[in-house]
């Protein structure tokens, strides 16, 4: 918006892109987990190459010693029944929540239910607002967890979308609520540090915040162009 006002052009400081999220309590199926997001994105096979990197920073992580689930919501179930035949392939085994009140589309666990993975089908504007952190190779879905005050660690794929040009721009215009890592070695190691400490997580968080400003950008948008395209010529 400031850098709009340096050339005269008009620019309103609340987010489009945060109308009707927030952030919210979990279902109680969820009580007892540490719960994540993870975005591998939106264009197969894109998608899928950086779903198995993200899986690889899930394996560093499961050895936590609180229950933890990945949320993963898609707009392809053709991708969420790919993923969940990739996961069984390595050993997972799908698994059973207590009840529905998550509306996972799918679930699979290799431990047990220590760890889960939960598909959910367009089901992001529903478990943004759950999660304490992102593990993200995503655009847009990764800048409204940091408008809900949600700190992402994003690990660079090989594109056509999100490659280490883009992810560095991200975290830059985003204030290092979201981190930027090269490896799944190093992104692991970034998201134990914020689930750990916090103070971190809510000095990240509130970073995202102010970045992203607060929702209500879409009426106000609506008005000016309703203003533009109505008002007379002069």
């Given at each position: 918006a400031n850098n709009l006002k340096r050339w005269k052009i008009k620019a309103i400081t609340s987010n489009p892109m945060l109308e009707k999220l927030k952030k919210k309590s979990p279902p109680l199926v969820l009580k007892d987990y540490e719960?994540?997001?993870?975005?591998?994105?939106?264009r197969v096979p894109e998608l899928h190459n950086n779903?198995?990197?993200?899986?690889?920073?899930?394996?560093?992580?499961?050895?936590?010693?609180?229950?933890?689930?990945?949320?993963?919501?898609?707009?392809?179930?053709?991708?969420?029944?790919?993923l969940g035949e990739y996961l069984q392939n390595l050993g997972y085994r799908g698994f059973e929540l207590p009840d529905n009140s998550l509306k996972a589309y799918s679930a699979y666990s290799i431990d047990a239910g220590k760890s889960i993975i939960a598909f959910g089908y367009k089901t992001f504007m529903d478990w943004a607002?759950?999660?304490?952190?992102?593990?993200?190779?995503?655009?847009?879905?990764t800048e409204q967890l940091s408008g809900l005050g949600i700190p992402s660690v994003s690990i660079i794929g090989k594109g056509p979308q999100f490659?280490?040009?883009?992810?560095?721009?991200?975290?830059?215009?985003?204030?290092?609520?979201?981190?930027?890592?090269?490896?799944?070695?190093?992104?692991?190691?970034?998201v134990n540090k914020i689930l750990d400490d916090s103070n971190l997580r809510a000095l990240l968080g509130s970073i995202g915040k102010h970045r992203m400003r607060q929702g209500g950008g879409a009426p106000l948008l609506a008005k000016e162009i309703k203003k533009t395209i109505y008002s007379p010529e002069k």
């Open positions: 719960i994540l997001m993870i975005l591998p994105g939106s779903f198995r990197r993200m899986l690889k920073i899930i394996r560093r992580l499961n050895n936590r010693q609180k229950k933890l689930i990945y949320l993963c919501p898609l707009t392809s179930q053709e991708s969420i029944i790919q607002g759950y999660c304490k952190i992102g593990i993200t190779s995503a655009g847009t879905s490659i280490k040009t883009f992810a560095i721009r991200q975290e830059r215009i985003l204030g290092g609520c979201v981190q930027v890592s090269i490896n799944t070695k190093m992104a692991a190691k970034k």
